[in-house]
């Protein structure tokens, strides 16, 4: 399906950037993009600080639709994490955007689910009009889009390929499994769309069922969750049997992965606990791994290094309406 010329390994360590406003009482970009508390602090700030230590750097998918209410704020952000030399790419939760927002453009605010747009111009306008935002703010064009919760379609990658953003980083089986995509395609290596858009699938790998439990796809992430219907991850993160079946590997974290829950779903700060542990992660990966900005990609691919062999079909990730 692919092949690497040469020895190397390579890794993405993504973290979707949100302040979407269920995950807390007040103070959401505060709380769930800086983490910071009365009691302490466990955000994008801390994330780099450790990606620092280990010389690696982050690509952080921003979202400015959950904070749309605080842009400023959140471009902010953008503006923090480009000067610390992070890689700053494009997500999207437009379910979110307030109904007002979409009045102002002339659209309507539904369907409001980025999997549900059947509607090519519409995904065209979400990804220019907040990747402009920032790319303004950054001065680099947007190489590579997430959508929000997994949720794409064909549309979106169509709508990706015409306005010029080359890498999809939406491919996960789990999120199939779970009904946020309609498709998505199990090999876990790099791929081509067939309108060639490069995807670079979340790392995952297919569990075999057992007497008790079903079969299951588990992921990469940090901190095992369970934010998708299947469980995450039933072993350590450190056991090389588990994961990193592909020579590019896709991390996913995301910008209050540090953070704790409380009884009514708000993020809390409560200790270093899920730092450390990163940390751990990190002296890990930074030894089995290149890891590298999508920057870093295209200009291998450019060059040879990396060659990507199998194309899917876009049509196979249509959004049937019924």
């Given at each position: ?279 751990q992660l990190l002296s890990r990966v930074s030894k089995d791994f290149d890891v590298i900005t999508t920057q ?27």
């Amino acid at each position: 399906m692919f092949n690497i010329i040469g020895p190397s390994r390579y890794a993405f360590l993504t973290v979707d950037v949100e302040a979407l406003p269920k995950r807390a009482a007040s103070d959401h970009l505060k709380k769930l993009v800086w983490g910071q508390f009365d009691n302490g602090s466990a955000g994008v700030r801390e994330m780099c600080s450790i990606g620092n230590d280990y010389n690696v750097k982050h690509t952080f998918f921003v979202d400015l639709c959950g904070a749309y209410s605080l842009k400023e704020d959140m471009l902010q952000v953008v503006h923090w994490l480009d000067s610390n030399g992070q890689d700053v790419q494009l997500h999207a939760h437009p379910e979110v955007l307030p109904d007002v927002f979409w009045h102002q453009q002339g659209l309507s605010h539904q369907p409001a689910l980025m999997n549900e747009n059947l509607d090519l111009a519409r995904a065209e306008f979400v990804l220019t009009y907040f990747g402009n935002l920032i790319s303004n703010c950054t001065g680099k064009k947007i190489n590579a889009f997430r959508a929000g919760s997994f949720r794409w379609n064909s549309i979106i990658l169509d709508a990706m390929k015409n306005v010029g953003i080359p890498l999809s980083f939406n491919n996960s089986m789990r999120a199939f499994h779970s009904g946020q995509c309609v498709y998505s395609n199990p090999q876990g290596g790099p791929f081509f769309w067939s309108n060639a858009v490069i995807e670079l699938p979340l790392t995952e790998k297919l569990i075999p069922a057992r007497a008790n439990r079903n079969e299951r796809w588990v992921s990469l992430t940090y901190p095992p969750s369970n934010y998708f219907h299947y469980p995450s991850v039933v072993k350590s993160f450190f056991s090389s049997s588990l994961f990193y079946p592909s020579i590019v590997s896709v991390f996913l974290l995301h910008s209050w992965s540090f953070l704790e829950w409380d009884e009514d779903g708000h993020a809390v700060y409560r200790s270093d606990e899920k730092m450390n542990g990163y940390a751990q992660l990190l002296s890990r990966v930074s030894k089995d791994f290149d890891v590298i900005t999508t920057q870093e990609f295209l200009d291998l691919y450019s060059r040879g290094k990396i060659k990507i062999i199998e194309s899917v079909d876009t049509n196979l990730a249509k959004w049937k309406n019924d």
